[in-house]
Nanobody, 113 residues
Framework: VQLQASGGGLVQAGGSLRLSCLVS????????IGWYRQRPGEEREFVAG???????TYQDSVKGRFTISRDAAKNTVYLQMTSLKPEDTAIYYC????????WGQGTLVTVSS
């Protein structure tokens, strides 16, 4: 399984970004795929996930601001981020939560105040 994240960049607080995770080796439908992030000086943390049987989960701090979704035709998972805050600054990783698990490379999101 390979995952390729993209879409990071520099944005002002209150702005929006959409991250993409192009997946190969499995289909994004019916598989658990999520987004994690690692803020400077901190451990990697869960942000949002797509369950294999349907439904989504979110970290409390991003609920109502971030939306995870998938496009089966493009075999891509997205993370739409709105109302961004400086504390959202991090490297964002997409992650296949099945077995064996697999991480994509990160994409840097920087939110300026």
């Amino acid at each position: 399984v390979q995952l390729q994240a993209s879409g990071g960049g520099l944005v002002q607080a209150g702005g929006s970004l959409r991250l993409s995770c192009l997946v190969s080796g499995i289909t994004v439908t019916g598989n658990p795929i999520g987004w994690y992030r690692q803020r400077p000086g901190e451990e990697r943390e869960f942000v949002a996930g797509l369950r294999s049987v349907g439904g989504t989960t979110y970290q409390d701090s991003v609920k109502g601001r971030f939306t995870i979704s998938r496009d089966a035709a493009k075999n891509t998972v997205y993370l739409q981020m709105t109302s961004l805050k400086p504390e959202d600054t991090a490297i964002y990783y997409c992650y296949y939560m099945g077995l064996p698990s697999s991480w994509g490379q990160g994409t840097l999101v920087t939110v300026s105040s």
